[in-house]
T-cell receptor, first 111, second 114 residues
Framework: ELKVEQNPLFLSMQEGKNYTIYCNYS?????LYWYRQDPGKSLESLFV?????AVKQEGRLMASLDTKARLSTLHITAAVHDLSATYFC???????????FGQGTTLQVKP | NAGVTQTPKFQVLKTGQSMTLQCAQD?????MSWYRQDPGMGLRLIHY???????DQGEVPNGYNVSRSTTEDFPLRLLSAAPSQTSVYFC?????????????FGPGTRLTVT
């Protein structure tokens, strides 16, 4: 059974600082997704990582995947207030399209 | 394209009542899923479907029924609502033909059971 752990679960940081969110999962998965969720809203897709060593960047966010270590990271560079949200990782399970989600990391960026 | 739509947006039920949460997509996606989101617990998979006529259980299926008679629709039924089913429910769809299997989420239904 696939289990997913994110840490930290809550992150309060100052604008301009860097930080990394970690996503560990328990069984083999060939793809991993990162989503962003704003309060009261649905999920917005950020990254889809499909292979070992995959790295994707969008603005101040960079995601990577190490399938051998069953680890994905979401790195935040020079945080700004607009990045305040909850971030979820979700490895894919099988080829059915279903996802198993981590608990989420709530990021609060203070001016 | 409207994408993934869900109705209603909000619903209040009394314990023991039944209702159906509607989900529809217009992208001709084969895969559809239902998730529930509770505070501090992320999203948990309730049921999913890989195509019309085919459904399977996810992590937390008890108390919910689904059916998939068409590609477009994937309703979620609560037969006898319980306070523990108070949650936000999200429907999602993805394409079998897309290598990423990227899921597209609906806006959600916020359900309160009193």
């Amino acid at each position: 059974e696939l289990k997913v752990e994110q840490n930290p679960l809550f992150l309060s940081m100052q604008e301009g600082k860097n930080y990394t969110i970690y996503c560990n999962y328990s069984t083999t998965s060939d793809r991993l997704y990162w989503y962003r969720q704003d309060p009261g809203k649905s999920l917005e897709s950020l990254f889809v990582l499909l292979s070992n060593g995959a790295v994707k960047q969008e603005g101040r966010l960079m995601a990577s995947l190490d399938t051998k270590a069953r680890l994905s990271t979401l790195h935040i560079t020079a945080a700004v207030h607009d990045l305040s949200a909850t971030y979820f990782c979700a490895p894919g399970s099988g080829n059915t399209g279903k996802l198993i989600f981590g608990q989420g990391t709530t990021l609060q960026v203070k001016p | 394209n409207a994408g993934v739509t869900q109705t209603p947006k909000f619903q209040v039920l009394k314990t023991g009542q039944s209702m159906t949460l509607q989900c529809a997509q217009d992208m001709n996606h084969e895969y559809m899923s239902w998730y529930r989101q509770d505070p501090g617990m992320g999203l948990r998979l309730i049921h999913y479907s890989v195509g019309a006529g085919i459904t399977d259980q996810g992590e937390v299926p008890n108390g919910y029924n689904v059916s998939r008679s068409t590609t477009e629709d994937f309703p979620l039924r609560l037969l006898s609502a319980a306070p523990s089913q108070t949650s936000v429910y999200f429907c999602a769809s993805s394409s079998k033909g897309q290598a990423t299997y990227e899921q597209y989420f609906g806006p959600g239904t916020r359900l309160t059971v009193t």
